[in-house]
Structures are given as structure tokens and as C-alpha cells.
């Protein structure tokens, strides 16, 4: 574990990981996955390390997928290989965290698709390869990623910009209307900034749209439920930023709001397979 452990675990993630659901032989190296990308996340992340020291430690989780560096590197390659699944999902995501470092603006919506091509749809990939899915699912899995990653992004505009500088709202939004970046600062959002988040949540409706039918079309019933489960926390979310101003009001879930939006849609799911 490196220095810059944020503590975080999968039990505090927006969205379910590696749930009892998920076959008991798949769930150890979707866990070794999480463990990487919690490791690089909490190094890209830290609010007072040095860049050069966040690039650093980042050259050390890649150097432990093909040789001697990060612990949970070298546990993950371990485990890549005895599965015969291929590490570039786990290169795609180290870059999205060496871009957070080195790049802390989002030029346009086709930059932020992008980033979240390096930092979400990697993950959800990997969970395919891990059940032996077909890889002609992965458009639908990289629209769901996507829309997970953009969510993450405007429920956190503010607390990205106030910690880390970082802001992943489009440029290209916040100058057309006129809003400084200066506005994810405050107590809450003007209503300029609330039309963009608006905008950005209808977009985010139109992937998890493409992403509609992906949990149906897995093979593996477990791990559809599973999807299913988190493409109707999404959507619930989404609605919740249609509405809500994340810089002043709850964007999150409680515990018994997401344990009866999966249940509601573990019963909806189970009736239409």
C-alpha cells in the first residue's frame, strides 16, 4: 500500500462492487481490480502530494503489471494472467490518472468521453473478461461506465475544484454561458452553472439510454442482476441532478434508498429474464 491511502473501500463506492451477487470465483479478481484502481485513484487524487511525486508512484503501479513495483499491481497482474485476461485494462486506467495529474481542465464533451474511455470503461471491461462475456457487449458496457464516471464527476464539481483544482465540466459549457470556474467554489450553484449541469445530466440520460438493454444481454445471470442493479441506481441519480444543485443539496443515495431501488430493480429484472 503506498503512502497516499485514502482509506477508502468498495463498501463506500457509489455503486455496488463485487456485490454477494457476482459469482464467488469471479469476485477475487474483480476485488484485485478494485484494489489497483483504489491504490492509483487515492495517489491521483491526494490533495497535498507533489505532482512529480503523483507520477512517480503512478510509473510504479504500471512497472508492477509487467514486473517488480506496486503491491496491488503485482497482485493484479498475478491474477490477469492466471485468468488469461488482458492487462490493457489496467494501462487504459493508469492513463486516466496520470491525465488527472497533469491535466486539470475538460476542453468539450467529446474530451470528457474520452477520459472516462481511460477511467470508467476500462473497469467494466475487465468485469466482462473476468465472466468470459462477449466482447460485443462492450459498447453498451462503455456507455454505462461512462455515465457512472460523468455522474461521479457532477456530484464532486465542487469538492474536485475546491481540493484538487480539478474540474471536468466541459470548458467549452462554462465559457459559452459565461460561468467562471471560480462558481464551483460556492455555497451553491448560480443558475448559469445549474443549466449546465442540467445539460450534462441529459446527456449523461442518453448513454445510460444506449445502456438500457446491456444487463439483459449478459450471459451470466449473477452478474446481469448486478448491472441491472446499477444501471437503476444511475438513472436515479441523474434524476436527482436534474433537480438538485450538488454544490448545496445531496446527490448521494442513502443506504435505504439504494437498498430499494436495487431490490425494485432485482424484482423487475428477474421478471423480464
Known amino acids: 500500500m503506498n503512502d497516499l491511502a485514502s482509506g477508502k473501500d468498495h463498501t463506500k463506492e457509489n455503486f455496488p462492487v463485487a456485490s454477494w451477487l457476482v459469482r464467488p470465483d469471479a469476485r477475487a479478481p474483480i476485488m484485485s481490480f478494485y484494489r489497483f484502481a483504489r491504490a492509483a485513484d487515492d495517489i491521483a487524487d491526494h490533495p497535498t502530494a507533489a505532482p512529480q511525486e503523483k507520477l512517480r508512484l503512478l510509473a510504479e503501479m504500471r512497472t508492477g503489471l509487467t514486473g517488480q ?58 468485469v466482462l473478461d473476468v465472466h468470459g462475456e462477449d466482447r460485443a457487449l462492450w459498447p453498451m458496457n462503455d456507455a454505462l461506465c461512462a455515465a457512472l464516471q460523468i455522474i461521479n464527476h457532477l456530484q464532486d464539481c465542487g469538492k474536485d475544484y475546491r481540493a484538487l ?29 445549474r443549466a449546465i449541469i442540467t445539460d450534462l445530466a441529459r446527456q449523461t440520460q442518453g448513454l445510460l439510454e444506449t445502456a438500457q438493454p446491456f444487463a439483459a ?29 450538488p454544490l448545496s443539496e445531496p446527490v448521494h ?21
Open 165 to 193: 483544482d480539478r474540474v471536468y465540466i466541459p470548458d467549452a459549457l462554462m465559457q459559452s454561458a459565461g460561468v467562471p470556474v471560480s462558481a464551483l467554489g460556492q455555497p451553491r450553484a448560480t443558475p448559469a452553472l
Open 69 to 126: 513495483g506496486a503491491p496491488e499491481a503485482m497482485e493484479l497482474a498475478a491474477v490477469a494472467h492466471a485468468r488469461g485476461i488482458d492487462l490493457a485494462h489496467a494501462h487504459d486506467l493508469l492513463g486516466a490518472f496520470v491525465q488527472d495529474v497533469s491535466q486539470n481542465r475538460t476542453a468539450d464533451w467529446d474530451a470528457l468521453i474520452a477520459y472516462c474511455a481511460m477511467s470508467a470503461m476500462p473497469v467494466g471491461r475487465f
Open 217 to 245: 444481454a449478459i450471459r451470466d445471470r449473477r452478474l446481469s442482476a448486478e448491472v441491472a442493479i446499477i444501471q437503476a441506481l444511475a438513472e436515479d441519480l441523474t434524476r436527482l441532478l436534474l433537480t438538485r444543485d
Open 253 to 273: 443515495h442513502s443506504r435505504p434508498r439504494a437498498a430499494w431501488l436495487a431490490l425494485r430493480a432485482l424484482l423487475r429484472h428477474g421478471f423480464n429474464r
